[in-house]
């Protein structure tokens, strides 16, 4: 059985990862990415475009689902080796959260509903993955299920 998951990163970040191949979560720490197991369907939400700006951006920005293989340490240069996994990224349009809050469990009559994204990783329902992929108009068989 598969788990869903939405890890949070600048958009900038995460399509950084995109064209790698690959995901990274809370500044490259392994714990997290321990959680994470092969099939597991992962959504990036991005409060931002750029670290440490507020532009507002909040959407979804990256849909996939990670490939087998073990968390390994990247090299970003300058001494940061963060860990990361491996994901096959969908083909999907990066879509805005605003018009999902009221239809997401994890979401849905949550004032605060942004509190858990501080978190940097945290498990959805199928529901809510299901949601997600079809707002950003993903092209991946998890989401035609």
Not at 1 to 14: C, E, G, L, R, T
Not at 34 to 51: A, M, N, Q
Not at 70 to 78: A, H, L, N, S, V
Not at 81 to 109: C, H, M, N, Q, Y
Request: charged letters at 25%; hydrophobic letters at 40%; aromatic letters at 12%.
């Amino acid at each position: 059985m598969s788990a869903y998951w939405i890890a949070v990163a600048s958009a900038d970040h995460v399509r950084r990862g995109r064209l790698g191949g690959f995901m990274q979560v809370n500044h490259g720490k392994a714990a997290p990415l321990r959680r994470v197991k092969p099939g597991d369907g992962i959504i990036y939400y991005s409060p931002t475009t750029v670290l440490r700006e507020k532009d507002g951006l909040q959407a979804f920005t990256a849909i996939g689902t990670v490939r087998e293989g073990e968390p390994y340490q990247g090299d970003m240069g300058g001494g940061f080796t963060p860990f990361r996994r491996d994901v096959a990224w969908a083909k999907a349009e990066e879509t805005s959260i605003k018009p999902l809050l009221d239809r997401l469990e994890f979401t849905a009559g949550k004032s605060n509903w942004g509190y858990q994204l501080r978190f940097g990783l945290f498990e959805i329902s199928d529901h809510d993955f299901r949601v997600i992929a079809k707002a950003m108009a993903a092209k991946m068989a998890v989401a035609a299920n």
